[in-house]
């Protein structure tokens, strides 16, 4: 079974602090994204990561920064968190399973910055 | 880029009623389209998908059919069972090396006993 963590469920933070939130996953996949769910809006994408030290930036880019040192850790970074980035954090990672091409998530981190 | 549209926002639906999410995209390149399920307070899950060189899948009393002129696709779930209450989101995606998922706002389903 495929597993993917992160390192917290809930966060509470005040406004101007760093914030890391970390997902690891166990099944050697290339390819890792970090995702914010707000209601009325789905899943944005932030981030994503198809190898070690690679990234590309996603729709919503702005205010965030992301580290892939090992292929298992994919590391979401907020700067100076703000009290729009109050949200859902929810990780993924990517298998290509013959046509299939699965995302699987992690549990997510409810994040409130105030 | 890629911008997905997803109709309706909610919908509520009696036990053993069909349930059809209908989404749309604009990018004629996106090749892949999956849907999830979200239950309440758990991750999303994969539950149907379908490439686009294919016009329509089944599994069981789910089935997802795929316009690639019209750029729609849609989501038909038949006979439901008050287990099917949760949000739905359905995505594209062009799958090449390091693909990029867009997702739909998602569809809360209702399954009323």
């Known amino acids: 079974d495929v597993k993917v963590t992160q390192s917290s469920r809930y966060l509470v933070k005040r406004t101007g602090e760093k914030v890391f939130l970390e997902c690891v996953q166990d099944?050697?996949?290339?390819?890792m994204f970090w995702y914010r769910q707000d209601p009325g809006l789905g899943l944005r994408l932030i981030y994503f990561s198809y190898d070690v030290k690679m990234k590309e930036k996603g729709d919503i880019p702005e205010g965030y920064s992301v580290s892939r040192e090992k292929k298992e850790r994919f590391s979401l970074i907020l700067e100076s968190a703000s009290t729009n980035q109050t949200s859902m954090y929810l990780c993924?990672?990517?298998?290509?399973?013959?046509?299939?091409?699965?995302?699987?998530f992690g549990p997510g981190t409810r994040l409130l910055v105030l | 880029g890629e911008n997905v549209e997803q109709h309706p926002s909610t919908l509520s639906v009696q036990e053993g009623d069909s349930a059809v999410i209908k989404c749309t995209y604009s990018?004629?390149?996106?090749?892949?389209f999956p849907w999830y399920k979200q239950e309440l307070g758990k991750r999303p899950q994969l539950i149907i998908d379908i490439r686009s060189n294919v016009g329509e899948k089944k599994d069981q009393r789910i089935a997802v059919t795929l316009n690639k002129t019209a750029k729609h696709f849609s989501l038909h779930i038949t006979e439901t069972q008050p287990e099917d209450s949760a949000v739905y989101f359905c995505a594209a995606s062009l799958t090449h090396y390091g693909q990029n998922f867009v997702f739909g706002p998602g569809t809360r389903l209702s399954v009323l006993p």
């Open positions: 990018d004629s390149a996106s090749n892949y």
């Open positions: 993924a990672s990517n298998k290509r399973e013959g046509s299939r091409e699965t995302q699987y």
């Open positions: 099944m050697d996949h290339e390819n």
